[in-house]
T-cell receptor
Framework: QQQVKQSPQSLIVQKGGISIINCAYE??????FPWYQQFPGKGPALLIA?????SEKKEGRFTISFNKSAKQFSLHIMDSQPGDSATYFC?????????????FGTGTQLKVEL | NAGVMQNPRHLVRRRGQEARLRCSPM?????VYWYRQLPEEGLKFMVY????????ESGMPKERFSAEFPKEGPSILRIQQVVRGDSAAYFC?????????????FGEGSWLTVV
């Protein structure tokens, strides 16, 4: 049973464009929705995270949009740069009493072209 | 200010051998998590430990895999009698606590290859 579905699997964006990655989840008990960035040969690094009490969170060029009723959330990368080329993972978790255990999506390989 | 330290970074084992992966959490962190990443897949939760206690091992295979986080020293993920299907990247992560807002930080991973 896949608890979080991520799409697209891969994405090519021109420099300066907007990259959009989507995730959908099933369990309404989830209350923590982070996005991680991973470069080849490296560990995942937290980019940005959101709790379900807000619909949007922005940090620099990265924005999470959250739709609680649709059980979906997305990552928007504005003014995409070649240095953003990496694999992006969404995750879901239950912070309160959930021990910070995260369930990850299958990842999106982003390539930003010049 | 060292992050989560994992070693070895790369490990090659023959089928049937044992693999031991070590993880030192960030300074001050007492919660450790192990995740496995198979090629072209996302990370899968394996086990969550606090000092001397296994809190959640729901993602651990029932056989050959074990984990510990002793009072002193790093956390160890041990895989006995490795098989080719164990080839993967194993990531350790740590957090300060488990309450809301405690970010999970990942190490750079240990890449196990079983030949």
């Amino acid at each position: 049973q896949q608890q979080v579905k991520q799409s697209p699997q891969s994405l090519i964006v021109q420099k300066g464009g907007i990259s959009i990655i989507n995730c959908a989840y099933e369990n309404t008990a989830f209350d923590y929705f982070p996005w991680y960035q991973q470069f080849p040969g490296k560990g995942p690094a937290l980019l940005i995270a959101i709790r379900p009490d807000v619909s949007e969170k922005k940090e620099g060029r990265f924005t999470i949009s959250f739709n609680k009723s649709a059980k979906q959330f997305s990552l928007h990368i504005m003014d995409s740069q070649p240095g953003d080329s990496a694999t992006y993972f969404c995750a879901v978790g239950i912070l309160t009493g959930g021990g910070n255990k995260l369930t990850f999506g299958t990842g999106t390989q982003l390539k930003v072209e010049l | 200010n060292a992050g989560v330290m994992q070693n070895p970074r790369h490990l090659v084992r023959r089928r049937g051998q044992e693999a031991r992966l070590r993880c030192s959490p960030m300074k001050g962190h007492s919660h450790v998590y192990w995740y496995r990443q198979l090629p072209e897949e996302g990370l899968k939760f394996m086990v969550y430990l606090q000092k001397e206690n296994i809190i959640d091992e729901s993602g651990m295979p029932k056989e050959r895999f074990s984990a510990e986080f002793p009072k002193e020293g790093p956390s160890i993920l041990r895989i006995q009698q490795v098989v080719r299907g164990d080839s993967a990247a194993y990531f350790c992560a740590s957090s300060l606590g488990q309450s809301s807002g405690n970010t999970i930080y990942f190490g750079e991973g240990s890449w196990l290859t079983v030949v």
